[in-house]
């Protein structure tokens, strides 16, 4: 067991009110004023969610999108958000970042309503926060996907992964993929949308195959991925191929911030309309069926799992 | 203008909505399901706002008052909160941090909902956030003062600067002066029983004066505080004694986590009654006149101020 999961163990212990569901899910979710307020807050930290050298603005964007598309996954509209900024010594460096958080925000509708700004000691990692909170009707957990539900992806998966390796100067590309890593989109008008439909959602944030198995534990259920139905993106294929590897790299790679649900068949139609209605494509990838665990196929002949299903942190 | 005053300048442009206050308040408040909520996120940086040897308990409570005391000043009742969680890379330093956490947000009644663990990279400072949600029917601001207002301050001050005095091992002193830096308590109560009796209120949580020179600001007025009427414990006056360098002491030390607030004199009844019921110590420190800026004055004659008014940051 993980350092990480030992003190979140701990902390579940005191977090016993319904709104926090256990610690486990994108975001806690409690009944105010007839509506249900969704609040989450993620840290980005140098070096481990971003490079030293990424453009500070995208990072500022990134630190938005990352907390807004939790707030989708809950099928929330963002009410507003709180900052938590450690100035990093460099005007320039935290004006450009405060740009980029700035246009984020103005981008997606979220006011900015607070924060903290502290100075970390010299030597420490750069490191920020944010606070997002949202407000939405009905808001999907992880844990209802059910025996028979099929498993749905928004967008295309594997360009952001396929960006950070350009970024990293690992490889090239087309800019569509730098540009997937660096300016993602959280998907709010989908998830405010499905949100009604869905029995499971979540975003993707750490990769396919890792996020889908924390549905699959949280809904006691098995997920069957078809690995020929991953999405990929034109600049994926040109970049990476179209093949086994290609798709496993694509569902292991992190950063997507597209949303993973799971409906019934007979919400189908249903689901496949909200979709439209939004203008953002959805696959359906695979199966929700009586077990435990995850498990990939390709054109339904069984696939062993990779040694690495995402990104661990 | 230091480099904090400049980010957060950039910020306020992206800051328009009325919740955010103009980021001039202790937290963002906002209607909501005909309540207002109430919204703040305060970070804590080892050797910035904690010393690396404070036990990690302590620690853990003082993040949880610190937020929950921006909520009191804005007379609000805690509805839950998130914490940001960097792993030390000690398990039972975390453990101990946890058992602090869960000790204060079990003692003031709010709820743990969420938040993000992550582990910074070797060599970086110890840096923890929290973010706090409340509820209040009214919230004052800190830009109410008007003429003819008097100030008052709940509790006494300076102890927790005294306890952090004894805590640095710089001086020695009764263990009440070291709890109160250690494990400080929000006015809770109190800030709900004045919210709608006061015309601005505020947490001192950087020292009397320099937390009075921003409620002048906010209002556009001048504050005059009698440093007699500065209330000091018996314990600090143990320590300190109680002439004009403790009270100038009591008056600029950080960490207090009392209220400070302006009401009007026909108030005074109500205000005095209010702080009765919930059994809370206030006392009436000074005048709001006309002008701008803060004096300090001796038995009624002026005093200089002194060259550090509280704790920058």
């Known amino acids: 067991m993980s350092a990480e999961t030992t003190f979140i ?3 579940r212990g005191f977090a016993s009110h319904p709104g926090a569901r256990g610690l486990n899910d994108d975001a806690a979710v409690f009944a105010h004023g007839g509506k249900n307020l969704v609040l989450t807050h993620d840290a980005l930290v140098e070096n481990v969610h971003f490079l030293s050298d990424d453009p500070p603005a995208d990072i500022g964007w990134k630190l938005v999108v990352a907390n807004l598309s939790d707030l989708a996954a809950k099928g929330a509209r963002p009410l507003g958000a709180l900052t938590s900024y450690n100035l990093s010594g460099d005007d320039g460096w935290d004006n450009q970042f405060a740009e980029g958080l700035g246009a984020a925000l103005a981008e997606f509708g979220c006011p900015l309503l ?26 999907p957990a992880r844990d209802g996907a059910a025996d028979g539900h099929e498993l749905w992806v928004s967008g295309t998966l594997g360009d952001a992964g396929a960006g950070l390796e350009i970024a990293r100067g690992d490889a090239e590309g087309p800019d569509a993929l730098l540009a997937a890593y660096r300016r ?3 998907q ?3 998830g405010q949308q499905l949100a009604q439909l869905v029995s499971a959602m979540m975003d993707i944030s750490d990769g396919l195959l890792i996020d889908a198995r924390r549905m699959a534990e949280a809904s006691g259920v098995r997920i069957v ?3 020929i139905d991953v999405p990929l993106s034109p600049a994926f294929v040109e970049a990476k191929g179209d093949n086994r590897q290609s798709a496993l790299f694509a569902a292991t790679a ?8 799971a ?7 249903q689901v496949e309309t909200a979709a439209e209605d939004v203008g953002v494509p959805i696959h359906c990838i695979g199966l929700v069926v009586a077990g435990e665990g ?3 196929e390709e054109g339904g002949r069984p696939l062993d799992l990779p040694e690495t299903l995402g990104w661990e942190h």
């Open 294 to 296: 995850i498990a990939i």
């Open 114 to 139: 607070g924060g903290d700004t502290v100075r970390a000691p010299e030597g420490s990692a750069r490191q920020f926060g944010l606070t997002a909170i949202g407000e939405a009707d009905n808001s």
């Open 188 to 190: 709010l008008a989908l």
């Open 184 to 186: 993602p989109t959280p």
């Open 225 to 227: 991925i078809e690995t």
């Open 9 to 11: 163990d701990k902390l």
């Open 254 to 261: 992190g950063d997507d911030y597209e949303l993973l649900f």
């Open 263 to 269: 409906a019934p068949k007979r919400a189908r139609r």
